[in-house]
């Protein structure tokens, strides 16, 4: 099984949609310090495609599109389902007191405020700029 997977930083990046994805780059970097490592705009300055990074780990985003039918049906921003979301990365941080810090000041929602968890770590969830949930936590799942 473990041979399907290409030997590469990350095997699994998660991609995001945003309405305002142009300053959906800029907060993100701001408030949880994620790196530029790509961003392809459109010619009418809507991102076509980006790559931010946080160490060995990537997202990739995208502007919302009036004209995408097919991803259109299938995606839908939290705010159209009533915050409601059904995924939400989890990022693995070395201070998530410091990174907890930056999201509030940048206007993060706090949803589970920072805390020691029982199974190891400390960390917290909130909500971006759109609404989206994330959750960075100093828990690393991978043995060492």
Not at 27 to 44: H, I, M, S, T
Not at 49 to 77: C, D, P, R
Request: aromatic share 10%; charged share 25%; with cysteine.
């Amino acid at each position: 099984m473990a041979d399907r997977a290409k030997n590469t930083r990350a095997t699994v990046i998660p991609c995001l949609r945003y309405r305002d994805a142009v300053a959906a780059i800029e907060w993100l970097c701001r408030a949880f310090g994620f790196e530029k490592q790509a961003v392809y705009p459109n010619e009418d300055g809507t991102i076509a495609h980006a790559q931010l990074t946080f160490g060995n780990g990537m997202i990739m985003l995208g502007s919302v599109l009036k004209h995408e039918t097919e991803w259109g049906q299938l995606i839908k921003q939290p705010d159209e389902i009533g915050g409601a979301e059904t995924q939400s990365p989890y990022v693995v941080v070395s201070d998530a007191d410091e990174i907890y810090r930056r999201a509030k000041a940048a206007g993060a929602q706090i949803i589970v405020d920072i805390k020691d968890e029982s199974y190891g770590g400390r960390g917290f969830s909130c909500r971006d700029m759109e609404g989206r949930l994330w959750n960075f936590g100093t828990y690393d799942p991978w043995p060492q």
